[in-house]
């Protein structure tokens, strides 16, 4: 039977895999009959991750890309890609007054600089395909809204969103395909540094018209469907996926 949706055959790198939305985003990917490579910075989380996997042939290797050394490196080593998926990413809550430019070049390394880098050498590179497609996990904060605090971190949400839109433009000649997924809040480890209070975060949850934050693999099924030939006609686009929360 013809899926459109299914993502056999396809090689799919996942960047921040050892966790939250990127785990969900590998195992799905993997259960669609895709072969993942999963990378991060925790060598244990990551096998777990790498223990969920469906089918055989993934692979995994431990990497800090906040450095653009280690990005280099890690190029030549990457087999050919069907599509990539951006995840690894950190939140910083801080009021504007108080942004260093150490703090904005913190999470801009992260969030901006390592998904942006990893794209254009892996094309300069010639590893990602024609008609392969790139999914950044970017989030309604700096796209459609933003909080208290958020400044730095919908900054760099918002960079990631202009890129694409001019990415898409560039290699739409390829045939290759960028879109961003643009989730509220979803329950991950992303919080437990103590950025948002647990109290704050309950409070929040109320002003969800579907009274809820999101699941990891609500977002991972919407990379599925942006990784896969069924989206083969949307690119520079932003998937919005809210619970309804900016409609208020
Ligand atoms: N959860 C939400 O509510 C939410 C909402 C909107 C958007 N997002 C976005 O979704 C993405 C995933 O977030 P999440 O909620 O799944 O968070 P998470 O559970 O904290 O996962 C973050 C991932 O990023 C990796 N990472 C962080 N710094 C890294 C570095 N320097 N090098 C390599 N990997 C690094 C972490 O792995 P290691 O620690 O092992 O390196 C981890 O796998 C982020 O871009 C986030 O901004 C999340």
Redesign the pocket.
């Known amino acids: 039977m013809n899926n459109p949706f299914t993502l056999q055959g396809k090689v799919i790198l996942v960047?921040?895999?050892?966790?939250?939305?990127?785990?969900?985003v590998a195992i799905e990917c993997s259960r669609m009959g895709a072969k993942v490579i999963i990378?991060?910075?925790?060598s244990s989380?990551?096998e777990e991750t790498f223990s969920q996997l469906e089918g055989k042939g993934h692979s995994l290797f431990?990497?800090?890309?906040?450095?653009p050394d280690?990005i280099e490196n890690m190029i030549p080593n990457l087999p050919s890609l069907d599509g990539i998926t951006?995840?690894?990413?950190?939140?910083k809550n801080i009021p504007f007054v108080y942004a260093s430019p150490e703090n904005i070049e913190e999470v801009m390394?992260?969030?901006f600089y390592?998904p942006a880098e990893i794209t254009r050498m892996s094309i300069k590179a010639k590893k990602l395909k024609r008609d392969s497609s790139v999914v950044f996990?970017?989030?309604?904060?700096g796209v459609f809204c933003s909080a208290i605090a958020s400044s730095v971190?919908s900054a760099?949400?918002g960079a990631i969103n202009g890129l694409l839109k001019g990415m898409a433009l560039d290699l739409a000649p390829k045939g290759i395909r960028v879109n961003s997924i643009?989730?509220?809040?979803?329950?991950?480890?992303?919080?437990?540094a103590d950025v948002i209070s647990r109290e704050q975060l309950e409070e929040d949850k109320k002003r969800y018209p579907l009274k809820r934050?999101?699941k990891?693999e609500e977002?991972a099924y919407a990379a599925v469907y942006l990784l896969s030939d069924a989206s083969a006609w949307i690119t520079g686009t932003n998937l919005l996926i809210d619970g309804g929360y900016t409609l208020l």
């Not at 431990?62 to 450095?67: C, G, L, M, R």
């Not at 951006?86 to 939140?91: K, S």
Request: glycine content about 10%.
């Open positions: 960047t921040g895999a050892s966790s939250g939305i990127g785990r969900a990378t991060a910075r925790n989380r990551l431990t990497a800090d890309i906040s450095k280690v951006h995840c690894a990413g950190i939140i390394k992260i969030n390592a996990i970017s989030s309604v904060s971190y760099s949400k643009n989730p509220g809040v979803v329950e991950t480890h992303i919080f437990d934050f999101g990891p977002i």
